[in-house]
């Protein structure tokens, strides 16, 4: 099973990017999330969408500036992120929950991702 994120990049403090993944058919019926990891520190929950899209959940450090969707006939889940911060550099995982429901588990998402490199400058 592989999920192929892209869209990540170099941007200004206050730029924009917009993340995608294709998640593939493994992502059928099931939540879909976004975490990042930055150098030496832990893997973190950013947001995750239920399987319908009726439901996301956000970090607290991402609220009112990334928003979460996805398009279920591409397999796709998106990250747009907005007013960007340097404290925002990490590297960018897409992970398959293990059910349908939005969560901010790590440990209960199955399917991870390569990753995406997000890097903002100041």
């Known amino acids: 099973v592989q999920l192929q994120a892209s869209g990540g990049g170099l941007v200004q403090v206050g730029g924009s990017l917009r993340l995608s993944c294709a998640a593939g058919?493994?992502?059928?019926?099931?939540?879909l999330g976004w975490f990042r990891q930055a150098p030496g520190k832990e893997r973190e929950f950013v947001s995750s969408i239920s399987w319908r899209g009726s439901s996301t959940n956000y970090a607290d450090s991402v609220k009112g500036r990334f928003t979460i969707s996805r398009d279920n006939a591409k397999n796709t889940v998106y990250l747009q992120m907005n007013s960007l911060k340097p404290e925002d550099t990490a590297v960018y995982y897409c992970?398959?929950?293990?059910?349908?429901?939005?969560?901010?588990?790590?440990?209960?998402?199955?399917?991870w991702g390569q990753g995406t490199q997000v890097t903002v400058s100041s």
């Open positions: 058919r493994t992502s059928s019926n099931n939540a």
């Open positions: 992970a398959v929950a293990l059910s349908s429901i939005a969560t901010s588990r790590l440990e209960s998402y199955r399917y």
